[in-house]
Structures are given as C-alpha cells and as structure tokens.
C-alpha cells in the first residue's frame, strides 16, 4: 500500500501514478513524502510483519539547500529514529545544481555520504538508503516497483532434510551445535516444535519461546539453511 503526502497534490507525481495505474492514498504524512507498506507472505503461507519504507524526495537544489540550512540533518536524525527503512531520493543532476549555486562541490558530496550514513544516536534504530533519479517519472517507477515487491512471498532457503534422529536428547544435542543457544533454550524450543525436522522448517518466529527471542530464532533458522551453492 503506499501512502502520498496531500503536499504532493501540486506536483504531477500524483498524475504520473494514476497514468501507471497504481493505487494510493492521499493523507497527511508527518514525515517523509511517501511511505509503502507490505505484509510479505511467509513458508507455508503464513503472513510475515508489516514493512515499512518511507521516502523523502528532494531535487539537486533542495537537497543542497536544506544541507545548508541544517534541516538535512534534523530530518535524517528524525527518519533514521521513527523508521527502520528511509530513503532520500534526489531528482535531477546533482552538477547542475551546483552549477546553479556557490556551494563547495566536496562539501555537497560528503553530505550524500553522510545521508546513507546517518543514523539516530539512540541505538541506530533505522538505516537510511540514499538514491538518485533523472525524473519524477523514474521516481513513480521506483515507488511502483517497492509496492510489488513488498507483497511478493519471502523467499527462504530450502531447509535441510534431516535424517531421522529418534532419541530426543540426540536430537537436543545437534541443537547445541547453534551457536549461543544454550542447553536450557534449546530444550524449549524443541518441546516447542517436537522434532529437530519441525524446528529445521520453522520460521523465526515460530520458534520463539520462553527463553528464546526473534534473535535466537533467526540464528536457529540461519543454522539449519543451506547456504546456496555457487554456479
């Protein structure tokens, strides 16, 4: 789903999307111009959570601006805190811009380098991508392609074919083999899942239990992947 900023009402951004036929909602954002959400769907068909990305659009002269001004870097502090996933977008040729304005040429490309590499200080909640467009075009394309592809099914690597291990403390064993886990949670995720074959095609967060958070349960996911062989 993506949301538009009612700002953007003006511009023919909103045209070009009803032109590609793509669906949105007009509404005020707080932040950024445009946020695009999907809930991927997951194995066995189970849906995943939601994730969110948000974009900031600025042309070469905006973005220059706002550096000088200092808004660039409150409002990088403020994405990278409220979201997981931001992206600036910059329209158009940064050189022209610069040709158009007094600003030093290095300082303008170290500002790019710190948009992708700012991050709030409290705990570096989200990441912000920086990318570059010719046009408003190239921009509804962008956004057109984040919405499929935020629906599409997650792929996950096939997971492993087990061989049958009937003794449950055998079982348990192998489990001790992920690193960090621990003998006491790798007890509960196993009387959890019931076999070492359940937990080898389990999701993160089936396996979440007492004891085990999402960050075990990926390793225990990542553990029992294979890895894709090289062509």
Known sequence: MIYLDNRE????????????????ELVQLGLADIQVYGIPIKVAGSQGEVIYF???????????ASMLSGHLNSQLYRMSTA?????????GSIS????????NRNAVFSAMVGTFLKHSADGERGTISLLMVDDLWDLALLIK?????????LERVTPLDLPEVEDRNSQIRCLLAVTGLGESRARAVFS?????QAIANATPEMLICEGVGLTSAKKIVDFFSKKPQSL
């Open 9 to 24: 009402v003006p511009s023919d951004f909103p045209l070009m999307l009803d032109g590609m036929g793509i669906k949105y």
């Open 54 to 64: 948000v974009f900031e659009r600025k042309s070469g002269q905006d973005f220059i």
């Open 83 to 91: 979201f997981k996933h931001s992206t600036v977008v910059i329209e």
């Open 96 to 103: 022209q811009a610069l040709e158009l304005s007094d600003t």
């Open 145 to 153: 392609y984040t919405d499929n592809k935020l629906m599409e099914p």
């Open 192 to 196: 959890k899942m019931g076999s070492l």
